[in-house]
């Protein structure tokens, strides 16, 4: 007659209260393989989240190419058009955008001055760029078609020029050429002290400078992971547009994808230790069982001689490697997930406990443990009652 599901656990609770010694031996070598299990799914996480914080403040991942200036000869630089010229070409592409740096520039509002950084951009460029406007809009067609004077600002500009008040339609004068400001932007980190920013639309600051060239033309892709390719691919293009000319391209997030190529080894490394470290403890369950099953070969007879069944012997022994398992991945799991918040709060690290982690840690141990206790188990459901009974 098969045991109920209480009566095996309760056997099993009074055969691991029996071993005490052993049973916390078994438990703490599981709890050392869950805990670097743990403790590598929270270093994949928190530096996934602190590279996704660095690319939140800087702007989006993209590739700007440009024409080498050689002394004594004709720059050659692009122009505008060779964005449709690439655009058909690149089957990765989100965005691409035309950029002219203006350098620093004079801008007066009612006596007010201030000498940002200008740039002349093409319609996309906010698209590439990836900061959302904080009021206002950008540029439409109707601004680069029609020549528009218009102009976005950032925020230092707003708290420098108008001093908080709203400059949306308002005229500012760069350069003595009048503008209508139409939207703002939020302000970028900078390492010195912040002078502003403002972009026109491209179309204008050629037809006022009488320079249709352009500095860099920037692609930017749909998978960041494709970004690198994107650029080799544009770079390649705009180079048999250039053949005698030599071109220089900035991939503005190759230092965090060096950092993640980083993050990524150590994770790895991590990784392989956490699996040594739960095979390592498989092994001293299987060797727990082993042993258990020789110690207890009469009592196992005994129980087959008075109506156990082979499940039911099988099923207690699977249960207990189970149930040491459990206990160790959950006092790993609860230890680990303690000491990453002690540690995160000591170094501002982005930590948030993931019960993706909780139940790849915990199922991992318990496969584990079935798997290391499952040999013994069957093993000694197989016994025979009357040769286990005379081995006492």
């Not at 590739?63 to 630089?77: A, E, H, K, L």
């Not at 067609?141 to 707003?158: C, K, S």
């Not at 390719?229 to 030599?246: F, M, N, S, T």
């Not at 040999?375 to 009974?389: E, G, H, M, V």
Request: aromatic letters at 6%; a neutral charge; proline letters at 5%.
């Amino acid at each position: 007659m098969a045991l109920s599901l209480r009566d095996l656990c309760a056997l099993t609770y009074q055969a691991l209260k029996t071993n005490l010694l052993r049973s916390a031996l078994t438990t703490l070598g599981m709890f050392m393989g869950v805990a670097a299990v743990t403790s590598t799914l929270h270093v994949k996480s928190i530096s996934q989240a602190v590279i996704a914080a660095e690319l939140a403040e800087r702007d989006a991942p993209q590739v700007g190419i440009g024409v080498t200036w050689v002394p004594n000869r004709d720059r050659s630089p692009f122009r505008a058009e060779e964005i449709e010229f690439l655009r058909p070409r690149l089957p990765k592409l989100r965005s691409i955008a035309a950029v002219n740096w203006g350098g620093t520039v004079a801008v007066t509002y009612q006596g007010k001055e201030a000498d940002p950084s200008l740039l002349a951009v093409s319609k996309e460029f906010l698209k590439n760029d990836g900061y959302p406007l904080v009021a206002g809009r950008f540029f439409t067609d109707a601004d680069y078609t029609g020549f528009r004077p218009v102009a976005v600002i950032d925020e230092f500009l707003v708290h420098r020029l108008f001093e908080g008040k709203n400059p949306l339609g308002e005229r500012i004068y760069i350069d003595g050429n009048p503008y209508n400001i139409v939207g703002i932007l939020p302000t970028k980190k900078t390492t010195g002290e912040p002078r502003g920013l403002i972009q026109i639309p491209l179309a204008i600051y050629s037809a006022i400078s009488g320079d249709q060239s352009v500095d860099s033309i920037q692609v930017a892709p749909h998978d960041l992971r494709d970004l690198e390719e994107l650029g080799q691919q544009a770079k390649a293009l705009l180079q048999q547009q250039r053949p005698d000319r030599r071109l220089w391209d900035f991939n503005n997030a190759k230092d965090i994808f060096a950092k993640q190529k980083t993050l990524d080894m150590a994770a790895q490394a991590l990784t392989v230790v956490a699996v040594i470290s739960l095979l390592i403890g498989g092994v001293g369950i299987a060797n727990v069982m082993i042993a258990s099953v020789t110690e207890r070969t009469p009592e196992i007879g005994l129980r087959r001689a008075i109506g156990a069944t082979k499940q039911d012997v099988m099923l207690q022994l699977i249960l207990e490697a189970a149930s040491l398992s459990l206990i160790g991945g959950t006092l790993a799991l609860v230890s680990i997930h303690g000491l990453t918040l002690v540690v995160a709060e000591q170094f501002d690290l982005p930590y948030q406990f993931e019960f993706d982690t909780g139940a790849i840690a915990l199922g991992s141990a318990l496969m584990v443990g079935v798997t290391a206790g499952l040999p013994p188990a069957l093993r000694a459901s197989q016994l025979d009652p009357i040769r286990a009974l005379r081995s006492e």
